[in-house]
C-alpha cells in the first residue's frame, strides 16, 4: 500500500527559505507522480507544484513559480522521497502542506481529484 510521509513544516520568517520532504514507500511501479498541495484555514486546497514519474517535467503554480523548486530521489526498493524546496516565502504561503500521488506516465495534473495516495500535512508558518 502506498503511504505519504512528510517532513520539514516548521516557522520561518518572511523572506526566509524552508525545504519539505515526502517519503512515499510501497510503490510497486515506477510510474507515480508526486505532487504538493496546501490548504489554508478557510480556503480551498490548493496545488502548489507536482513532478513527474522521472523527475523530468515539472508543474507550479503561478503563485510559487520561481519561488519553489520541487524534486525527486531516484527509486529504491519501491520508495521515493520528493522535495520541496521554497524561498522568499511570505504570510500567503502559511497553510498546511500536503504531499500527495497518482499513476501517471504523462503529465502532471494539479487536480487534487486526480491523486489517489495523500499524506498527513506538515504546518508551514511564515511570520511576518
Known amino acids: 500500500q502506498v503511504q505519504l510521509v512528510e517532513s520539514g513544516g516548521g516557522l520561518v520568517h518572511a523572506g526566509g527559505s524552508l525545504g519539505l520532504s515526502c517519503e512515499a514507500s510501497?510503490?510497486?511501479?515506477?510510474?507515480?507522480?508526486i505532487a504538493w498541495f496546501r490548504q489554508a484555514p478557510g480556503k480551498d486546497r490548493e496545488f502548489v507544484a507536482a513532478v513527474n514519474w522521472q523527475g523530468r517535467i515539472t508543474q507550479y503554480a503561478p503563485s510559487v513559480e520561481g519561488r519553489f523548486t520541487i524534486s525527486r530521489d531516484a527509486a529504491r526498493n519501491a520508495k521515493v522521497t520528493a522535495h520541496l524546496q521554497m524561498k522568499d516565502l511570505n504570510s500567503e504561503d502559511s497553510a498546511t502542506y500536503y504531499c500527495?500521488?497518482?499513476?501517471?506516465?504523462?503529465?502532471?495534473?494539479?487536480?487534487?481529484?486526480?491523486?489517489?495516495?495523500w499524506g498527513q500535512g506538515t504546518q508551514v508558518t511564515v511570520s511576518s
Open positions: 510501497g510503490l510497486t511501479i515506477n510510474g507515480y507522480v
Open positions: 500527495a500521488a497518482y499513476v501517471s506516465y504523462g503529465v502532471p495534473s494539479n487536480t487534487p481529484s486526480n491523486y489517489n495516495y
